[in-house]
């Protein structure tokens, strides 16, 4: 475990022995001065990551501590593992990319979508450098002649079935249609940022697709090259996409109402800082990557300013263009999106501001 700021930290699930380890620290205090406990959440964060970035904001510059809220942070993995401790009761609210809410509530589980926070597709495709020049191609060239370019190359995916996967997919379907992906181009499954670059780096891989800051580090270390951009609008059909979000419960919206209704204006506030003023958001969101370097933090900064939704109000049509890019493939969900947002607890906590 290691604290970030105050009283927001990454830790274990371990409730029981953390409440046995605090009871005995106000055992030792005197009755008197003993403070009143502040409603605490505990929020499963998969990564210090910008796909979080307004919560990480949130977090960092205070507005979460203003609203008397004790925020735990805790990091039990990607996707499946935070839906699986939200419906195990272990985590109150989980930071995770909407696909996983799709499959979830496909499967009619109690899933709903507190708040977004990014608005576009952030998995950007960057490419090696030299392998745009063989094949004459670059980010400026027609968004079909990029996707055709692809064929025969070797192009890094999460793993089979997810966001970077699928997207692959419905790009080369929709503007390259002749091109067999699994027959005409080589998909590596690579998960991790830093083995994506590595690979790329010694020439394993051709072409990835991730969210900042990994892309930033490759085109910053020489040998990569930004190629589609989708938080810039290269990709139409995903402009304005719900792609990441706080999920919770209906359980936790019934257990826990007051806590979230102050989440959500502590987002909204740091989803207005970021677009009023990027340099002090990043500043406050730093101190969760405080190792990064400034170009590539700066980089990362400046992209996902356009990726921020302006409000925490949950867009049914942005769900929706997930649900469809999912959909273009073999996975066939079955999701009423409207009945995914709580907007109605959003409009209740932003006029409970002062």
Known sequence: MYAFN????????????IGVALAGMVALAPAHAQPAPKPKLTVAVSSASFAWLPYLVASGAGFIAAEGIEVENVSIG???????????????????????????VDKRQPIRVLVP??????SVMFARKDVLRKANVS?????????KALKGLRVAVCNSGCSTDLFLRYVLATYAPEINPDKDLQI??????????ASMNRN?????????PVPQKAVLDGYGEMYIDTIAGDVPATKGMVFTALLVTEGSLKARPRELRGLIRAVDKAMK??????????AAARQFMPKMEDDMWNASMRQM???????????????????DLINSGTTKYKVDYSALPVNNMVDEALKEKK
């Open 6 to 17: 105050g009283n927001i930290c990454f830790g274990a699930l371990r409730r029981g022995a």
């Open 78 to 104: 990607t996707n499946t593992a935070p839906i699986a401790a939200l419906l195990g009761g272990s985590v109150d609210v989980a930071a995770v990319g909407v696909q996983a809410a799709l499959a979830a």
């Open 117 to 122: 926070l990014t608005s576009e597709f952030t």
């Open 139 to 147: 980010a400026k060239s027609p968004i079909a002649e990029r996707v």
């Open 188 to 197: 590596v499954p690579i998960l991790e940022a830093s083995s994506v670059l």
């Open 204 to 212: 394993l891989i051709d072409v990835a697709m991730f969210s900042p």
């Open 273 to 282: 800082l970021i677009h009023s003023d990027p340099i002090r958001a990043g």
């Open 305 to 323: 300013v356009a990726a921020t939704p302006k409000d925490p109000f949950v867009s049914v049509e942005g769900l929706k263009k997930y649900g």
